[in-house]
C-alpha cells in the first residue's frame, strides 16, 4: 500500500465520504479517536506517513462508516460531558443536547448528598456524569436491558466511580424507595417518525432505546403512574423529551400532581427538549 500523510488520509477520506454524499466531519473525527491526536497535534502530524497499521485501521473505518455504522460504535466511545463513554450495540449514543439535561440538574439540586436514579441509563453517561460531578451523591443506575448496564457497569469502573445498578423496568427496581431526584432520556421516539429517521440510527441503534407507543409517550405516561401511585417517591424529576411533546408532557404532569411545578425548557439550539417536575 502506498504511504500517506495525515492530510492526505484525511483528503482521501473526505473525498470518498463526499462520493457517499456522507458527513464528511467523520473523516477528521475517526483520524483522531484512532491515531489519539487531538485537533492541535493532529495539524502538527499532517506533513508525517501515518503509520501502516493506522492506515490500514481508518481506511477501514473509513468504508464501515459508509455501510451505516455510527463512527462511535467503530471507535467504541463517544464524548460526554467532558468524559469518554464506551458504547456499542446495546446503548444509544449520547447527544451533546442531554449534556443541557445534566447541567440543569446540577443547577437545581443541592451539591450536600442526594439520591439520584437514572431511570434507563444505557452507557450511564447521564448518572455516571452526575456521580463525577457531585461525589456525595448517591447515584442508582437502573435500565431494562442488562446488556445496557453491562456497557454502565464498564463506565464506572473505567470513571473509578461508586455507583448501584438495578435492572428492571421504570420504577420498579427501586420499589418502596424515597428518592431525592429522578433523571431520565427514555424511548420517546413514535414509531410512525420512522421512515423519516437517519439510516445509520435505525440500522444501529437499539431500537428499545428509541421508540415508545402512544406517539412516544408511553414511558413518560408509565414513570407518571408509578410515580402518583407510590411505587417511589420523589422531590424531583427531570426528563428529556422530544421537540412536539412539550405540551402533551406539561398537561400529563399538571393532570398527575395538580401541587406540582412543571417547567418545561428548550436546548442551546431553541428546539423544545427537557421537563422539570418539581413535588
Known sequence: MAKMTYLEAQRWASLFLSDQQLDESAATYLLQELSGLDQTHLLLHYRKDVPEALLDRYQAAIRQYATGTPPQYIVGTAPFYG?????????????????ELVEWALAILPQTSQRILDVGTGSGAIGLSLKAER??????????????LGVARQNATALGLDVTFKQGDLLQ??????????????????????SVMDADVLASEPHMALFA?????????????QLATGVATTHHLFLEYGFQQREALTTLFEKRFPTATVTARQDIAGHDRMLHVAM
Open 83 to 99: 468524559r469518554s463513554f464506551k458504547v456499542d450495540e446495546n446503548v444509544l449514543i449520547p447527544r451533546q443536547e442531554t449534556e
Open 135 to 148: 461525589p456525595a451523591w448517591q447515584v442508582t443506575l437502573s435500565d431494562l436491558s442488562e446488556g445496557a
Open 213 to 225: 407507543d402512544h406517539h412516544g409517550l408511553a414511558l413518560y405516561e408509565q414513570l407518571a403512574a
Open 173 to 194: 427496581p427501586v420499589t418502596g424507595q424515597a428518592l431525592d431526584a429522578i433523571i431520565s432520556n427514555p424511548p420517546y421516539i413514535d414509531p410512525e417518525e420512522a
